[in-house]
């Protein structure tokens, strides 16, 4: 944190070049980005990013992303536009982050390290990697859920079948994307064993769109939640 606060006091510097490749390539070959891991941790003796330019760009994105909701799908005033947009910033982005890195950091420090390493102190995963594991996971989540969502939102919405298949399969491609990026962080770390135990939520997700077809539309009730539309 004290790295990522360091570097914004030199906002020119910030590699949005960098920040801008790795997000195309989450969206298309997501392993291409966890390829150089092991070689950062070797220059720079950290696994995770030093530059905060990439949580910039999603933060500026779902301030855009949240202000276009609002207007477009919500109809709301300049008040509960800024409230939305401090919801999917701050709740949806970072509150919600800091749980799950945060529960995923516990845990793979205590389950899924080798517990006779020698080294141990070298063998933790560190929590701003965790947290790095989150923001790469949420872009493509992002793109499905903010975007292609809010342009599909007038079919989503429909009380028929086809609609609420096209929705519910949005969601369940959005978490499964969201828990197999987060696989690949983890996975790429070489001292943590059963990693593969990270995508036993995908069948969960599977199990509950199947149940879901049956006639619960996801995306009805989310923007319900949201929105109250």
């Excluded at 997501?30 to 950062?40: A, E, G, I, Q, S």
């Excluded at 950091?105 to 141990?120: C, D, E, G, I, V």
């Excluded at 995306?219 to 929105?227: K, M, P, Q, T, Y």
Aim: proline residues 3%; positive net charge; hydrophobic residues 50%.
């Amino acid at each position: 944190m004290k790295t990522w606060l360091r570097r914004l006091r030199s906002f020119p510097q910030l590699d949005f070049e960098l920040a801008i490749w790795q997000m195309c390539y989450l969206c298309i070959a997501p392993r291409r980005v966890y390829r150089n891991v092991y070689y950062h941790k070797q220059t720079k003796n950290t696994w995770a990013r030093d530059d905060p330019a990439m949580l910039l760009l999603i933060s500026l994105s779902l301030i855009v992303a949240g202000t276009l909701w609002s207007i477009l799908y919500a109809h709301h005033g300049a008040v509960a536009t800024l409230k939305t947009v401090c919801s999917f910033v701050f709740l949806h982005f970072f509150a919600v982050g800091l749980v799950i890195s945060t529960s995923l950091w516990a845990m793979a420090n205590r389950f899924l390290t080798h517990t006779s390493n020698l080294h141990a102190t070298d063998q933790k995963v560190e929590w701003p990697y965790a947290f790095d594991i989150h923001a790469n996971s949420f872009f493509p989540l992002f793109l499905q859920l903010y975007v292609a969502q809010l342009l599909l939102a007038p079919v989503v919405t429909r009380s028929n079948w086809v609609c609420l298949w096209v929705g519910n399969t949005l969601y369940l491609s959005a978490f499964t994307q969201y828990a197999y990026v987060t696989y690949l962080g983890y996975n790429a770390l070489p001292f943590l064993i059963r990693s593969e135990l990270l995508l036993f939520p995908v069948a969960i997700f599977a199990a509950f769109y199947i149940v879901s077809l049956l006639g619960f539309n996801i995306s009805h009730v989310v923007l319900e939640a949201l929105f109250g539309r």
